[in-house]
């Protein structure tokens, strides 16, 4: 089962030298290390709004498993989806 978030909140991420995430932060909590799942890009939209986002499907220390985004255009890091 899965928990989409159609309105992306703002999370904070803790990115290394490549840009990939490697911390998360959200709601308040930290949820320590993340390691990454799986990861792909998506580029659409060149006709209305478009739309650049690195994704990812992270799991912390915590044991959340979720996927996020870093919104490309804004510069800011999204909440896509949490599993439980």
Do not use: S
Not at 26 to 40: L, P, S, V, Y
Not at 41 to 49: A, C, L, T, Y
Not at 78 to 84: A, P
Request: proline share 5%.
């Amino acid at each position: 089962m899965t928990r989409r978030y159609p309105d992306h909140p703002l999370i904070q991420v803790e990115t290394d030298a490549a840009g990939h995430p490697t911390r998360l932060r959200m709601d308040g909590t930290d949820h320590g290390e993340i390691g990454i799942c799986n990861r792909w890009r998506i580029d659409d939209g060149w006709w209305r709004e478009p739309v650049a986002r690195d994704c990812y499907k992270v799991v912390t220390r915590t044991g959340l498993l979720a996927t996020i985004f870093l919104d490309e255009i804004r510069g800011t890091w999204h909440l896509e989806r949490l599993f439980d």
